[in-house]
């Protein structure tokens, strides 16, 4: 089966512009989660998606972060302004269903804020 | 709420050697625990999960873990290192009613020749 993709691979931007990311996962996985890597540190998570409501946002720093997942399958998360704090690789992965199932993970985005 | 600790940030051991990797978790509910493994510029990879059947749990590449429910712990052991292990190693824990993911901060491996 295809794997969980991610766009772009790359992306270098201004402080205080904006980004968005885009995730596509595995077909017929209803979780979908979005983790934040810093270099050095353990993926961090951002949201958890079950379909297209969210289970958990509580580390998602809402004042400049924003996700979706429209419609239960492509997830966009967007940065608006960035910070130089939000340099660090965006992960999404995607899990078909409880806990007894491993999640799949996308290569990432690599973000860098100048 | 749900926690792994990963005892040890850095690991460094001789090709041919033993592994030990710790991990600890906390959690209310019966978790499930996964060890992945993510080498440089690469995506992470699941190498072996316990999901409340045999404690004892086999993964790839030569890689086990014994979940210890007393003592809260899902260590990861190898009986041999390869220089191909070199990598970070990552232990996650996911509640059983919430289907979570949380990473502990990771575990780098180091193998000498």
């Known amino acids: 089966e295809a794997g969980v993709a991610q766009s772009p691979r790359y992306k270098i931007i201004e402080k205080r512009q904006s980004v968005a990311f885009w995730c596509n996962p595995i077909?017929?996985?209803?979780?979908l989660y979005w983790y934040q890597q810093i270099l050095g540190q353990g993926p961090k998570l951002l949201i958890q998606?079950?379909?297209?409501?969210?289970?958990?946002d509580s580390q998602l720093p809402k004042d400049r972060f924003s996700a979706e997942r429209l419609k239960g399958v492509d997830s966009t998360l967007k940065i608006q302004p960035a910070k130089l704090e939000d340099s660090a690789v965006y992960l999404c992965?995607?899990?078909?269903?409880?806990?007894?199932?491993?999640?799949?993970f996308g290569q990432g985005t690599r973000l860098t804020v100048v | 709420a749900q926690s792994v600790t990963q005892l040890d940030s850095h690991v460094s051991v001789s090709e041919g050697t033993p592994v030990l990797l710790r991990c600890n978790y906390s959690?209310?509910?019966?978790?499930?625990l996964f060890w992945y493994v993510q080498h440089p510029n690469k995506g992470l990879q699941l190498l072996l999960k316990?999901?409340?059947?045999?404690?004892l749990v086999k993964g790839i590449n030569g890689f086990e873990a014994e979940f210890k429910k007393s003592e809260t712990s899902f260590h990861l052991t190898k009986p041999s290192a390869h220089m191909s292990d070199a990598a970070e190693y990552f232990c996650?824990?996911?509640?059983?009613?919430?289907?979570?993911?949380?990473f502990g901060a990771g575990t780098r491996l180091t193998v000498k020749p």
């Open positions: 992965a995607s899990r078909r269903g409880r806990t007894n199932t491993e999640a799949f």
């Open positions: 077909s017929g996985h209803a979780t």
């Open positions: 998606f079950q379909n297209n409501g969210v289970v958990d």
């Open positions: 959690s209310s509910y019966s978790p499930s």
């Open positions: 316990y999901t409340s059947a045999a404690t």
């Open positions: 996650v824990v996911s509640r059983y009613n919430n289907n979570d993911m949380r």
